[in-house]
């Protein structure tokens, strides 16, 4: 009786008897069922693409960034795969705010929908936030100020005082969560400087980081460069903007008084994931990985993390997030 009871429960409940790798995190107050998620701008701008996003194995979904009206963006070619990641200049295709919220209030996934948004002015962000305030269905907002590819506008997160004065602004209103999306810094003050501007504000996160802006990829066969726009220069993602991206990761995880990090720049396996939140990260996007293998990246990702946490005996995200050791 005993052996029949034994061979049931190893056979219909192993649970009880394997250990438990769960990448469940939250950001902050916003839980979420996986650590994992898109990155603004990848697959990620119609409805179809946010329905499909939305059936992933991923915690969240977070829609592409949006402008008040409809934007076609920049003429093609626009996106390349390159050999160690992806270069852009999309120049913010999207249909505008109206198609994203009311694509929000009829969300119905068990996950959150998180809306992107990327006004070329202050008053226009202003006039986004006011309307997304008032709709329903949207889990947070990531405020993009870091898009690198609107000529004759510079990228804000490069701008300590217009960040200040803009969060300023946002945060006389706004009052649901809210993060933002930081370009990648690569000397040691603008970290301090962006991060005392960001300590001043009740950021829900920050996103850290965009792409690594005006790259200049080459068509040798061609002797072109390999994007029309801007003469060939865009935005770089992938594996050589891993390095930059932990580093930012892990410098503003350090220097934030408990703004909750967003992983983001060359997630290609579960390593790379585990990386990130060793640096810091409450969560990570991935853009260029699923540019180029598609919706399937997650279910890969999710399970080379979770087979690295048991080699390494971790059994949830908080077990190593920000432990980076010191050699
Ligand atoms: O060109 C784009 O649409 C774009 C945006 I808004 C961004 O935030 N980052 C990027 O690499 N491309």
Redesign the pocket.
């Known amino acids: 009786m005993r052996f029949v009871a034994l061979a049931f429960s190893l056979t219909l409940c192993p649970k009880p008897l394997m250990r438990p790798t769960a990448i469940e995190t939250e950001i902050g107050q916003i839980p979420l069922q996986n650590c994992l998620y898109n990155a ?2 990848a697959r990620c701008t119609t409805g179809e693409e946010l329905d499909s996003l939305a059936r992933a194995p991923t915690g969240a979904v977070l829609a592409k ?1 949006a402008t008040i009206a409809y934007r076609k ?1 920049n003429p093609k070619p626009r996106y390349r795969d390159i050999p160690f990641g992806s270069i ?6 999207n249909l505008g705010i109206d198609f994203y919220l009311d694509y929000a209030a009829a969300f119905s996934a068990e996950k959150p929908l998180f809306l992107s948004v ?1 006004g070329l002015t202050t008053a226009e962000n202003h006039t986004l936030l006011k309307r997304i305030q008032k709709a329903a269905g949207v889990g947070a907002v990531e405020l ?1 100020l ?4 609107i000529p004759g506008k510079p990228q804000t997160g490069y701008d300590v005082a217009q960040t200040e004065h803009l969060l300023q602004g946002v945060f006389a209103f706004y009052d649901k969560p809210l993060g933002v999306k930081l370009p990648p810094y690569f000397d040691r003050v603008h970290f301090d400087q962006m991060a005392a501007v960001l300590n001043r504000f009740p950021l829900a996160f920050v996103t850290c980081i ?2 690594m802006g005006n790259g200049l990829h080459i068509d040798v066969e061609r002797e072109t460069a390999s994007l029309k726009p801007k003469g060939g220069f865009g ?1 770089i993602g992938g594996l050589y903007a891993k390095p930059t991206a932990l580093a930012n990761v892990n410098r503003f995880y350090k220097l934030l008084d408990g703004i909750p990090i967003v992983g983001c720049g060359g997630v290609q396996t579960g390593t790379d994931v585990f990386e990130h939140i060793l640096c810091g990260a409450s969560a990570v996007q991935v853009g260029t990985s699923l540019m180029k293998e598609g919706l399937a990246c997650f279910t890969r990702l999710g399970e080379e993390l979770q087979s690295l946490m048991r080699e390494k005996g971790y059994v949830r995200v908080a077990d190593f997030k920000g432990k980076l050791k010191s050699l």
């Open positions: 603004s701008g960034s963006g852009n200049a999309m120049g913010l295709p990327a993009n870091s898009c690198p590819n965009n792409s935005g």
